[in-house]
């Protein structure tokens, strides 16, 4: 049995954070129902981003955020099409959403409507900022509120550079994911007592959440003539965290406690002169002597002269944590990946087979769940089964669609 068989859940949302929810329900066994604007969910075309296609039968992006949901679309500015979406409400257990909160009012889909109507209703929405505040309505993606905001764009490149190009979703697949923990942790209470529960995130506060020790650090530099960051390689605090170019390519280093690793680290560069040497096998007193940047390039000089490949064998065999900075193609070629279900292969209505990424939390009862796995569908492919089941006759189907307040794809 999967931990949410027979939990429904309405997924009024579009993009991908909330979707990603929406994905790792139905992934742990939830009815999710996903209700699209007769336009189709905006995912639907941001495959271009990356150059992957965007046809109605072959979607990868949509996929990503979609697995196992039926599709439904509806006219939410009709007066029709919101009455069927509160329709579906009257059995939801969870009803997940990213509208801004005007939006929801003038819908009656908001918090206290629903709680009023459905007390035992899970309500979980991400915004950009967060439910309070002076932002609390403003306009907000991964790029802006979780990158920009978070303190990411401005902090995570070198000195002297510009600020990285966000990569599309990161922040989104971030803040999806741990919204589907607190809804379970929701569900959880509501099995123990009946009620629902109000169940937020921001991107905005995942992205400071990510970056929690450099901001709660910030407080101790505010009046430091050179800022922690961004930081130049001289600024760095520990030669044995950071990345190294060798002949070929980028290594990194991940050695948060330098002592536990100084030795194996100068024995396998060939450096067994400086085995041992007090002055540099200590954090605390390379930082308080300035020998960072001294140690930075012994190091640095001696990974130059072989191929990474070579590099990681070395290290490998003496235990030291390090491994290649890798690129998205290393990645889909990496044995790793697939042995742990990392990654997947998956073939659309199209008839092509794409590469897809599992979401990280694997549960032992779920496996694999490629028997089980559906990919996205075309907008308003299950709208008349769906409603169907929920009471409405074929006639007042047709006749919701000829008014345009719901489409049908027959």
């Not at 909160?101 to 206290?112: A, C, F």
């Not at 290594?251 to 040497?277: A, E, H, S, T």
Request: hydrophobic letters at 40%; a negative charge.
């Amino acid at each position: 049995m999967l931990p949410f068989e027979g939990i429904k859940v309405l997924e009024f949302a579009q993009f991908v954070a909330a979707p990603i929810c929406g994905r790792a329900l139905a992934e742990w066994g939830a009815e999710v129902i996903k209700v699209e604007s007769l336009e189709g969910d905006h995912n639907r075309e941001q495959g271009l981003i990356n150059g992957m296609p965007i046809e109605e039968d072959d979607c990868p992006t949509m996929d990503s955020t979609s697995f196992n949901k039926r599709f439904v679309s509806v006219n939410a500015r009709s007066k029709e099409g919101v009455a069927v979406i509160h329709h579906l409400l009257e059995t939801a257990d969870v009803f997940l959403t990213n509208y801004r909160e005007q939006v929801l009012e003038s819908l009656g889909l908001d918090w206290p409507t629903l709680h009023a109507k459905y007390p035992g209703l899970i309500w979980a929405r991400v915004t950009g900022f967060g439910d309070t505040g002076p932002d609390k309505d403003a306009p907000g993606y991964d790029t802006v509120s979780f990158f920009a905001r978070g303190g990411i764009s401005g902090t995570w490149y070198p000195k002297g550079s510009e600020p990285l190009i966000p990569m599309a979703a990161f922040g989104d697949n971030i803040c999806g994911i741990m919204l589907a923990g607190a809804v379970s942790a929701a569900l959880y209470r509501k099995l123990r007592t009946g009620e629902g529960d109000k169940v937020g995130i921001s991107l905005f506060h995942a992205g400071v959440f990510g970056n929690s020790w450099a901001t709660m650090a910030s407080e101790y530099h505010r009046d430091d003539p050179v800022p922690p960051y961004p930081q130049s390689r001289a600024q760095a605090t520990n030669p044995g965290n950071i990345a190294y170019p060798t002949a070929d390519r980028w290594i990194q280093f991940g050695c948060p406690v330098w002592i536990n690793y100084y030795d194996k680290v100068m024995k396998c560069i060939g450096r067994d002169d400086l085995v041992g040497n007090p002055e540099l096998n200590d954090l605390e007193t390379i930082q308080k002597n300035g020998k960072i940047v001294e140690l930075e390039e012994i190091i640095g000089n001696e990974m130059k002269k072989r191929p990474a490949a070579e590099w990681l064998r070395r290290f490998e065999a003496d235990g030291i944590p390090v491994q290649l900075c890798a690129m998205f193609e290393d990645i889909v070629d990496d044995e790793q990946a697939w042995a742990a279900n990392v990654l997947f292969r998956a073939t659309t209505a199209s008839g092509n087979e794409h590469i897809y990424v599992n979401i990280p939390p694997r549960l032992g009862c779920v496996g694999d769940g490629a028997e089980r796995r559906k990919l996205s569908k075309p907008v308003g492919t299950d709208t008349r089964e769906v409603l169907k089941e929920y009471g409405y006759t074929d006639e007042q189907i047709d006749e919701m669609a000829a008014s345009k307040a719901i489409r049908v794809r027959n």
